[in-house]
């Protein structure tokens, strides 16, 4: 079993940034591959971005690149989503997601409000 844990998420004005972590636990970390997911009210759930377990491929949804950034801390068993020129269609509950051959796992969610 693992647990994911998401932090890092609060109001931020358009065009400023955020960062978010999730921490996992309960298993090896280095063999799944991480994504960021994020759904707004009314919304499918969508990916945002994913990392594989090498760290060096990584996709983004087209409405996030060049302002998003996914990486991966194996020692800390973390990973990040960088966030900057926030836009207000940013404005979601944000989850963390690692995958492997044998399943998947979600965290709780972390609410990132874009609003001035």
């Known amino acids: 079993q693992v647990q994911l844990v998401e932090s890092g998420g609060?109001?931020?004005q358009p065009g400023g940034s955020l960062s978010l972590s999730c921490v996992a636990s309960?298993?090896?970390?280095r063999n799944f591959n991480l994504n960021w997911f994020r759904q707004a009210p009314g919304k499918e759930r969508e990916l945002v971005g994913s990392i594989d377990t090498t760290?060096?491929?990584k996709n983004y949804a087209d409405?996030?690149?060049g302002r998003?950034?996914?990486t991966r801390d194996d020692a800390k068993k973390t990973v990040y989503l960088e966030m900057r020129s926030l836009k207000s269609e940013d404005t979601a509950v944000y989850y963390c997601n690692a995958r492997w051959?044998?399943?998947q796992?979600?965290?709780q969610g972390t609410q990132?409000?874009?609003s001035s």
């Open 10 to 12: 609060g109001l931020v």
């Open 26 to 29: 309960g298993a090896d970390f």
């Open 55 to 57: 760290g060096r491929r």
């Open 63 to 65: 409405s996030v690149k």
């Open 68 to 70: 998003f950034t996914i």
């Open 101 to 103: 051959a044998w399943g």
């Open 105 to 107: 796992y979600w965290g």
């Open 112 to 114: 990132v409000t874009v």
